[in-house]
């Protein structure tokens, strides 16, 4: 039972699991996957087995077509989605879809999560994109496959790069995250989901509240990410 | 001690159990039960008996007249609403009355649950209905039977199957949820909890927010429903 | 260190440490009581003190004119208030305080909280009453026996019966409640605040949700209560 | 590796799990210190370190011109405005900064939050006060430095006292507390999170709930607070 890809698998059921343990899913609402891209192919979640009972072994490959290449289960459904980010943005190295409560309240909405506060500023300097619903032929084609097409489309028409919104909601559906690994994508699942709580407490409190403005938005993702960061170790 | 009925009193049991886990519950509003179709019984959970002193011994046998079959307690108030649905709903094998938060909330509201995104559509291709108030001398007669009665009733108003919604919410009070045993209707408890968490966070964010397109709905629910699923193993 | 009142200091020491558990106070913002009829005396709560620490010796004993008659440490100061009730309600055998959130939310709003629905009406019949704010002059003088003024005031000008209305919110302040013993009246806390937070969310789904009708307040309320009630054992 | 800091660093190092433990923080969105009078050093967390590996030896010591007196971690990017409070607020022992979400989305309201309860006046007898957002050039000059003074500025404006407020919001970041010591401090995010909560709902409920009056406000804080005082042991 030994396999090449023993790391990857296991990656990913941690990713998994910790997915579950932030609270982010019920059941089976979700999924994460991790990429080997020497190997051009990813580890993804098994489709509705439940966190309770997945195990590292469980864990399915895939290459970027959609092939499995090593695994007993049928691979998430939403595996095409992943499939073709993974293939058209080549720097990420894990990706996480949830139904998280608040991220997917902004995607039912149908609305971009402006960006209220430095909470989201220490991540990423736009609004949280909200993809609209798709075109009816593209829902009733290669839907998993069009999503991904969906979301390329929305970073296109917004101007915005992968590398530095690493997260998006779908609409009428829920967000997908990813970044450099499994577990970064995972955590900005997790970031994602605190700061649309944040962004919807803000509206509820006042409906004119101010987008944060731009000398703190530059700060403070300043503060994290680029050559003159001075947070972390 | 031995009975006939061990087996069904324990997947009685273990749903009751688990709707507490899931934080469904507090004290004793709630309860579940399994049929046994060959014998035209049910479990049932006795009534209001706390769930940190719920044996599977406590559990209660009841036919489909209420009468009881076996067990020293009471069973729940609830039990002729439980036994009413059995009856004319021959193809489900358990049933769940929850006074769950948000669910509660759409039914003292007396609206339907708008369908607003993919969490919903998996599950359900309708609104989430819910039955209106009884008139006065249905609620002053036989109280609990005719809960059965008033819940068939908005199925045949509003042209559902109760096969494909497995979920209502009656007026003022909270929901039922039923399924293929009593598991699977404590998860479309849940289920229900969690999307009527989103529909109200979605409407308090924008309350233009569209229905779900129908061509999304179709996906959705034909993912993991019908013929051509292709969700879980 | 034998006491005769061992027995109701353990009493009181559990319901405080239930209190906690079920989620209704942080640090030290609430206390319980229970009463012994036959010494006129009650225990409560010591003021002040985390209930991580909390030991049943640590309760202190005091009459209903409020002399400490057992106990190293300062009672809770709240005491005057729970003596003036015990004082004035014979049939009462425990009393709690919180400020569990939307209880507080509604008390801060000075609104006494509808019923909307079945979870309310099992429970009482009534709106859940909010006492106003005291006039300065009481507040300036005897403070927490004014406040146990005040409630009685309330109840005689709303024409309720505090055996069938068992919780009370005190404007800008906070709820109280009371019951056959201090187990009972923790149990009421916590139905005051699940019943405060759904009908929070009824309000925002629906402004002009319909409070429940007669005839369901009547029937739920008499499954519960009263000589031909039939819910629980 | 024995130091003379090593109580102080304990301390520290307690409060900032304590932060944790209270949910007041996801990841490493907040950090506590604690001050050494007698040294003119404060103990405070490393940057960007994960709670479930934080340690007592990692704590960073820090004088109030923000030198590394001792530590092999950068301090907390946050360092300069807690060393500018210590410096400028002589009789505080301990600060707390977090991203709790009741607190953000008030600051991200750029809206004081309400005394409208006793909850509130039982720790502070004022508003809580949010700061406005920073001028562009102190945000693009020494902005961790300029928060301190934006802090004391608003003091200032609002004609308020840091000994008796013990807390405050950034405008579109988050808030800030201190106290005798850190666990004080920790004590004092909670209550702002919580007053945070309450005051939210209260505004859902009733967007007209008048401001606690004057008398009550006293009277509550003069029961915890002042040679008058007479709540705790």
Chains 1, 2, 3, 4 share one sequence.
Not at 7 to 32: I, P, R
Request: proline share 5%; charged share 20%; hydrophobic share 35%.
């Amino acid at each position: 039972m030994s396999s090449k890809y023993k790391d990857l698998k296991q990656e990913c059921y941690e990713a998994n699991m910790q997915l579950n343990a932030l609270g982010l899913v019920v059941y089976t609402f979700g999924n994460v996957s991790a990429v080997d891209r020497e190997n051009s192919v990813f580890a993804i979640k098994p489709s509705g087995v439940p966190y309770e009972d997945l195990k590292a072994d469980d864990i399915v490959i895939v290459d970027f077509d959609n092939n499995i290449i090593e695994g007993e289960l049928r691979p998430s459904s939403d595996t095409k989605t992943h499939a073709y980010l993974y293939k058209n943005w080549p720097e990420i190295g894990g990706i996480t879809h949830t139904h998280s409560t608040y991220a997917v309240a902004w995607a039912q909405s149908q609305l971009d999560i402006p960006i209220f506060g430095t909470t989201h500023a220490d991540h990423l300097t736009a609004d949280i994109p909200c993809a609209p619903p798709m075109a009816d032929e593209l829902i009733e084609g290669n839907y998993e496959h069009n999503t991904g097409i969906q979301i390329l489309d929305c970073f296109k028409n917004k101007n915005l790069s992968y590398q530095e919104v690493e997260m998006v909601l779908l609409g009428n559906h829920g967000p997908f995250a990813w970044g450099k690994n499994a577990a970064k994508s995972v955590y900005n699942s997790k970031v994602l989901e605190v700061v649309a709580e944040m962004a919807y407490l803000t509206r509820q409190i006042n409906p004119n509240a101010p987008r944060l403005k731009d000398s703190l938005i530059k700060k403070h993702y300043e503060r994290k990410h680029g050559k003159n960061s001075y947070y972390g170790q």
